[in-house]
């Protein structure tokens, strides 16, 4: 019985296909005007990845200017995090008096006016003065992995600016490793598959609740009147909430279920960078996209053979004269290594030159992409 219903058991590829593209490229309309912008742009924005992780902060805050003057300036805890990165830069350098000086006149300001946590946080990395050195081995992977943490937050920020909304394949992971946590906890077992805990960094974020600030004490209580007490053991038991996160949560959503459900899964902090490599990874496997190489190689493979082919054509009515040959071969051969560099750098001769006479004799009868397919049999043999 239980054979036959795994037989019966159907995978919806395409649905998948569809979420994992979605999530890959959030604005949609590829052809787009926007698409093109939101695509240069990201490609800029993971070329700051290594940056960061090397250290060279001052290059990440210029390159993030550069793709949004403003993010930087809207998004204060971030900043406040890659100033963190700086600071702990000029203590792996020894610059100890530096150091101070930039924790006392640049980064403690930062903390006071950024996200609440950041002050906690500016505390924490003054330990780094006192107890730790950075340049040891197991600080040089914590960075690495803070770093990593750190572009994740400046990724979805860009997606923010660039008014991308989360996607819902990232809810759903995010949603997966919330039951599973749920389960584990739950159960009182360890987890099975460990691994899972990769997909988010540390601990959830805190509840941001600065637009209850917003609404006035009798509107808050008049949405707090109206929780249906179902939806709120509903909300309590499917993301493991406390019952004042989750009253919060559905007041500042003015009991909208699905917003409080999406704001409280976006605490979860997805490693995109993770999710990312293995989305193109199965794009790739499922032929959605192509090999950015391969297209490449291919592209200018095409673009060669369109060469040669020109040219052989150009001298189609001069090399033929009474079935005779009248052109010299190295006149045709000069030809192509003029108008085409490396042509036969790239498939070293393979005694190519004398191959060139074959395939003028297939040409003759009009047939060029045998002559091209000959031409290249004589090249993979030769290699």
Known sequence: MEE???????????????????????????DSEFFHQFKKNMDRLFSIKQILINGEIQKVIKSLNEIDPNILDQNKDIYF??????????????????????????LEPLALTAHPESYNKFKEVLLYLIYEDPNLPKWITKLKEQRE?????????????????ETTFSYLIRYLVAIHNLYTILSGKTSKYPEIETFIYGEKLPQDTNKLSLLSRPRIRELENSISRNNLRQFINALNLTVDEAKNALVMSENDMDKAFKTELLRIQLNHNLLIKLSFDYCQIRGLINNSNETEKSQQNQKEKKEFFEIIKSFRSEIFADSKLTVPIDVIINEIEENIPNFFKKRKNLKFRLALLCVINILEYGEFEKAWDYANEKKRKRN
């Open 4 to 30: 036959e219903q795994k037989s019966q058991l159907q995978f919806n590829t395409s649905l998948l296909d569809e979420l994992v593209l979605h999530y890959l490229f959030p604005s949609g309309a590829k």
């Open 81 to 106: 995090l890659i100033k963190r990165e700086e600071f702990i830069e000029l203590i792996k350098k020894k610059e100890i008096e530096s150091a101070l000086n930039f924790a006392q006149k640049v």
């Open 149 to 165: 943490e750190l572009f994740s937050k400046i990724y979805i920020s860009f997606l923010k600016s660039m008014n991308v909304e």
